[in-house]
């Protein structure tokens, strides 16, 4: 037996969160009956989610992506540079946490929505490390407000606080590398421009352990063992996760 919301989490519904969510809304049902929290089902059982059977648990696929410029994060299919479409991976897969249109470099790519979910939630203080370049020269100045945090605002996008303290390390004249545990909408960008800066080239390079390093741009790669055991170690921790090799 298992609870049916990991069970939908592990045929790649939803997270289990998600899943508590469909249940309590009704959309789920056990044997033809309406499901309820916290009840346990076993492969015997008939599942359904909005009336559409659901089939068991799947093969958990991570993927490293290097994400070029110009590829949208979306998975509306009337947009032609969907990221998606883009990679037309064989399976159902989807990103876990962004990059805006005219970055580039690592995502996370996955059918685990627990795994999506514990990386993008803000609380769990993930470090991303980037690769800026400005169109003018850093000063000392610069480098230590963007350290200690700036106040950055967007009306539209109800944006209005102090960014948490970073990590910066100057890299050459116009480029610094730079370690965030944010994922404010373009916070970099808006950072840099708050100090008078524009952002001409933005790289992510490491999303936890997980590095970019030589893998070329709009290729995947499947992780390696040693990282999926390290990254779900850590979902482990704070999500009670299953390693997906396991």
Do not use: W
């Amino acid at each position: 037996m298992i609870r049916l919301n990991k069970y939908l989490s592990e045929a790649g519904i939803t997270s289990r969160r998600g899943a508590d969510k469909l249940i309590e809304s009704g959309s789920v049902k056990v044997d033809g009956k309406r499901a309820t929290l916290g009840m346990s089902v076993d492969e015997t059982m008939v599942i359904t989610v909005a009336g559409k059977q659901v089939g068991g648990p799947v093969k958990k696929i991570v993927l490293a992506f290097n994400k070029p410029r110009g590829i949208i994060c979306t998975e509306n299919p009337r947009e032609r540079k969907n990221i998606i479409k883009f990679i037309n991976y064989p399976k159902r897969i989807t990103y876990a946490g962004r990059l805006d249109k005219d970055s580039e470099g690592l995502m996370i790519m996955t059918n685990d929505g627990d795994l999506i979910h514990y990386i993008m939630k803000s609380g769990n203080l993930h470090e991303k490390e980037y690769r800026v370049t400005l169109d003018q020269e850093i000063t000392p100045e610069f480098i230590q407000a963007m350290e200690n945090g700036v106040h950055i605002q967007d009306e539209e996008k109800n944006l209005d606080q102090i960014t948490r303290k970073a990590k910066v390390t100057q890299v050459g004249k116009y480029t610094f590398d730079i370690v965030i545990t944010q994922g404010l909408n373009r916070q970099i960008r808006r950072m840099c421009k708050a100090l008078g800066y524009e952002v001409k080239k933005l790289k992510r390079t490491r999303i936890m352990n997980i590095l970019l390093a030589d893998l070329p741009v709009g290729k995947i790669r499947e992780l390696k063992p040693e990282e999926l055991e390290e990254l779900y170690g850590r979902e482990q921790k704070n999500e009670g996760a299953s390693l997906p090799f396991k």
